[in-house]
């Protein structure tokens, strides 16, 4: 008997745990895999590791017209090496565990299914908690249906984050987030990388002028971009991959990474046995993020995002709502997103789509990053821009993308702004560091408020900006 169980201690559910121990509360942790999840070992951490000497590698090269040539000899296995020996421990979560243990709690290697409202088996042992059951069991890759996919040996990213050696082409299988930011890390280590996306745009749920960013920076770093385009089948032969595609081409790839986005498996959890609704493709929960008598969801089965400050977010509601402190229900209206290209998108809120489509009378306003001071000044290379959507009728922000160097850092105070619905005015009137990346938001704010909605000519000087 505990007080309460945690099935799945990846990010969330670890996270859910050391809150639950640190409140006094008898905590069991059920995780089949790693504690800390994929965050930790697969894709968050690991792969910004791999991005910061992919950028690394990149500045120097940009250095030519600014300091002069730099010579940089690239070596993969000083990357793989960190991300192994540093960033995952060689995929050995006993410092996890014992951090766990240490903390309090009991931990239990398994995949434990409910048996009931208040218990869970694993591998024949059954646990019983007095107070309640939280699930996050987390996701997996989502393998499309393809013809002959299942007969190759694809990479997913767990391939990606843990090879040693790379190979010397690369066909990409989605160009969300995780095919965009991988993709553009290897090619920037010599790999030649080819990136095919179903949609008519990569990263289809931004705003479309920071897909025609990457697409333009992508392009100019020699990565192939196929978009409206999909696999129909794979095959092996000759040393290589060959993906036929629905127009009737055919692309050949030493190594073939899909990164089509992660699906949920309910199976096996016995979701049924403890009232809990399990219909779906994910766990249906409410604003508290119960879904059942007792039992809370978090993270990536409850379909939410599946980003980690979404799960970690979910976190801090249900450990409040098990232990009776009334938390305001989740609110996912100004869902903070990062994809960490070069350069980097970071977006908020609603997007100029969705805004119209929610009916709001909708202004915006696109800034061009070259023409903003600090954008002219730091020649990254690459172009890049502030795209601020404001409902008109009342007068604040509901949505903002930043495109360029320190994208996701940049929007922090447009996340401010739009989930504490700042008045439009006091954001025109601030005072903003000169010269920034973040004062690039108050010079878009400023030619709004002086009626300029339109994109800002970058061939104009800041100084000479109207």
């Given at each position: 008997m505990t007080d309460v169980i945690v099935v799945g201690v990846g990010t969330c559910g670890e996270d859910a745990a050391l809150r639950l121990m640190s409140a006094g509360l008898e905590v069991i942790g059920i995780e089949a895999r790693l504690i800390g999840g994929e965050c930790a070992y697969w894709a968050c951490l690991p792969t910004k590791s791999m991005i910061?000497?992919?950028?690394?590698?990149h500045e120097a090269r940009r250095a030519d017209g600014l300091i002069g040539r730099v010579d940089v000899e690239p070596d993969w296995s000083l990357v793989s090496d960190r991300v192994r020996a540093e960033i995952t421990g060689n995929w050995d979560d006993t410092p996890a565990v014992a951090r766990f243990e240490g903390h309090g709690g009991r931990f239990v290697r398994g995949r434990g299914a409910l048996t009931g409202p208040r218990t869970v088996v694993v591998d024949g042992a059954e646990f019983e908690a007095r107070r309640g059951i939280i699930l996050a069991t987390g996701s997996i890759p989502a393998i499309p249906p393809i013809p002959g996919l299942s007969d190759v040996e694809y990479w997913t990213t767990h391939q990606a984050v843990s090879t040693e050696e790379l190979p010397r082409s690369l066909i990409?299988?989605?160009g969300g987030a995780v095919g965009c930011e991988l993709g553009q890390v290897l090619a920037r280590f010599g790999v030649e990388v080819?990136?095919?996306?179903?949609?008519?745009?990569?990263?289809?749920?931004e705003e479309p002028e920071a897909s025609a960013v990457i697409i333009e920076a992508f392009t100019d770093e020699g990565i192939t971009v196929l978009t409206r385009v999909r696999a129909t089948s794979a095959r092996s032969g000759d040393g290589s991959i060959i993906v036929t595609l629905d127009d009737g081409s055919e692309l050949h790839g030493e190594r073939l990474l899909v990164a089509t986005g992660r699906r949920v498996d309910l199976g096996g959890l016995g979701l049924e046995m403890a009232g809990v609704d399990g219909s779906g493709r994910f766990i249906a929960v409410d604003d508290y993020l119960r879904a059942a008598d007792g039992i809370w969801a978090i993270g990536d089965v409850t379909g939410k995002g599946m980003l980690t400050q979404v799960a970690l977010y979910q976190s801090t509601i249900a450990v409040a709502d098990l232990l009776g402190h009334d938390p305001p229900p989740a609110d996912y209206t100004t869902l903070p997103r990062a994809t960490f290209t070069d350069p980097e998108v970071g977006s908020v809120g609603l997007t100029e789509d969705q805004a119209r489509g929610a009916g709001i009378d909708v202004d915006v306003v696109i800034k061009d990053l070259r023409s903003t001071f600090r954008g002219w000044l730091h020649r990254s290379g690459n172009t890049g821009l502030i795209k601020l959507v404001a409902d008109r009728r009342a007068g604040m922000l509901v949505g903002a993308?930043?495109?360029?160097?320190?994208?996701?850092?940049?929007?922090?105070m447009l996340a401010v702004a739009v989930r504490t619905r700042a008045?439009?005015?006091?954001?025109?009137?601030?005072?903003?560091?000169?010269?920034?990346?973040y004062g690039g938001v108050g010079e878009a704010l400023g030619a709004y408020g002086r009626g300029l909605t339109r994109v800002l000519d970058p061939g104009f000087t800041p100084m000479f900006d109207d």
């Open positions: 910061r000497s992919a950028n690394l590698l990409v299988l989605g080819t990136i095919v996306e179903g949609a008519a745009r990569l990263l289809p749920g993308t930043v495109v360029g160097p320190h994208g996701a850092e940049v929007l922090g008045p439009l005015d006091d954001l025109v009137n601030m005072i903003y560091a000169f010269p920034t990346f």
